[in-house]
């Protein structure tokens, strides 16, 4: 195969790579997400309701509180976990 040949069932994101600066979300809500293996790549968080409570492991150590961030704010954090209550905490993954 040539340099910059494709496989003829490659999609035009397999091609040329994605865009943008994310390429998937994860929506955690009432529950743990992590971040490692095969669900590697969370590069940012976006709480997306009040009264959220809960945590964002960073990737190089320390925990920041989710109550003391501003909804509807992006952080670009490297994540490793984040847990919260009953509300929506949007990670994307680069």
Known sequence: MAINDHPSDYDQFQKHGH????KR????????????ASTYGAGALIVGEASTTG???LSGGGRVNLAH??????????????????????????
């Open 25 to 36: 979300v994860h929506v955690i809500n009432n529950a743990t997400g992590s971040f490692t």
């Open 19 to 22: 865009p943008g600066k994310y």
């Open 69 to 94: 961030l501003t909804v509807g704010t992006q952080y670009d954090f490297a994540l490793t976990e984040v847990a919260c209550n009953a509300k929506a905490v949007y990670v994307l993954i680069r």
């Open 55 to 57: 945590h964002a492991d």
